[in-house]
């Protein structure tokens, strides 16, 4: 087996649900040893948040969970009594990086903040991912991701489209916010770790979860502070012709910015009459006309036709057609099968689970899954133990007092 591009890194993950998982687990992909710390009993909250199989609920078969958690060891540790607290520093002062998702105050509470940290690990990289970051007048606040997609502005863009002009804001699909932040807590971090290894000096990463969506809109968001107005969340004011469709086995997406795609989507539907009025070689025109007159006719020209026809016809015709692809569409992909994106992973509990892969392929230090999620406290003697220093009667003690 080829060396990982993290081979050798050590994490600490003190994190639960999407945001902080999602990052250790782009670290532990790519080679990183984590280490999970789970609440004795409850565990990971994402466990209990499905989909589950057959919709029976089980802590150890939570689709989320094992997809957020593949190639990591897991303990189990009560870190709000003073020996879990000393297993914590224990644990600290043996790694690179620690990431953690909690409130401000409950890290300061609890002396885990990065002041009270550096001095056990001065080489300590420690990002910190909280709703509004670790400064500021709405440090303090607490949130759900439902809050903080409005927060950062990305509920407000989600129906950009024409025909709902009064449709209020919506959450995006998918845990978008949680994911965005994850993505940037592990590009910051080992931008972090980096320095680390040339320095020998640690640092703490503030991560922002409303900054890391707002991140997500980045020309949208400063159009106020640069024009003084806010950008419509709507298309086909300003001529721009596109919207999603119906068709005979799904939906296909077209958007139709300039003259000349006009001009091969006329041909394109077969040059009717109607299409052939010059008013609709102005842009602006198209666009004010596109929901009353445009749109209703290529919802009936379209439904005679299946997505891949559609799809190959607009190519050839030099009009931007994409399909709208299904989750089933995607598992089916021939071209991401021969790109290896999904993965067979076997679960001990949950047997063999299909996931997501990278989206990207590294010729020289592959990225891979080489063991599944972790049952609960799979691994507190491996690491206990074996790394710590504790006996097996240690960890029977500790297990009977609720400690692991």
């Not at 320095?195 to 640690?202: A, D, L, P, T, Y």
């Not at 899954?369 to 691994?379: I, N």
Request: net charge negative; proline share 7%; with cysteine.
């Amino acid at each position: 087996m080829n060396k990982q591009a993290l081979t050798g890194v050590k994490v600490l993950e003190y994190a639960q649900f999407v945001a902080g998982p999602y990052c250790t687990k782009l670290l532990a992909d790519l080679g990183a040893e984590v280490i999970k710390i789970e609440p004795p009993g409850a565990g990971d909250r994402s466990r209990n948040q499905g989909p589950f199989p057959n919709d029976i609920p089980h802590a150890e078969k939570s689709a989320l969970f094992l997809y957020l958690n593949t190639n990591k060891l897991g303990v189990t540790l009560d870190t709000g009594i003073p020996t879990g607290k000393e297993i914590f520093h224990k644990l600290v002062e043996n790694v690179d990086v620690l990431i953690d998702d909690n409130h401000p105050q409950q890290m300061r509470e609890l002396g885990f903040d990065y002041a009270t940290l550096r001095q056990i690990n001065p080489r300590l990289v420690m990002t910190s991912i909280a709703p509004f970051g670790q400064n500021g007048p709405h440090t303090e606040y607490k949130a759900c991701p439902l809050n903080l997609v409005h927060a950062g502005m990305l509920g407000y863009m989600t129906p950009w489209v024409s025909r709902w002009p009064d449709r209020e804001p919506l959450q995006p699909g998918g845990m978008l916010g949680e994911y965005g932040a994850g993505l940037s807590a592990a590009t910051a971090t080992l931008a972090a770790l980096y320095v680390q290894r040339m320095s020998g000096e640690g640092q703490h990463v503030d991560v922002s979860k409303q900054e890391a969506i707002l991140a997500l809109n980045r020309v949208n968001a400063p159009q106020f502070p640069n024009d003084g107005e806010s950008d419509t969340r709507f298309v086909n004011l300003s001529g721009l012709l596109g919207d999603i469709v119906p068709c005979k086995d799904g939906h296909i997406v077209f958007q139709i910015n300039e003259t000349h795609h006009w001009k091969g989507f006329v041909q394109l539907i077969g040059n009717p009459e109607w299409a052939r009025d010059p008013v609709y070689l102005d842009g602006a025109e198209r666009g004010r006309r596109f929901q009353t007159e445009i749109r209703p006719r290529v919802i009936e020209w379209a439904k005679a036709y299946t997505k891949e026809d559609l799809y190959h016809k607009g190519q050839a015709a030099n009009c931007p057609f994409a399909v709208v692809n299904s989750a089933e569409d995607i598992v089916n992909s021939e071209h991401l099968k021969s790109r290896g994106f999904f993965v067979d992973v076997d679960h001990p509990a949950a047997g063999k689970i299909k996931q997501p892969g990278a989206p990207f392929i590294m010729s020289e230090t592959p990225w891979q899954v080489q063991s599944p999620a972790p049952l609960l406290g799979q691994h507190n003697e491996q690491v206990y133990c074996d790394r710590l220093g504790y006996d097996k009667h240690d960890l029977l003690t500790m297990r009977k007092a609720g400690i692991i």
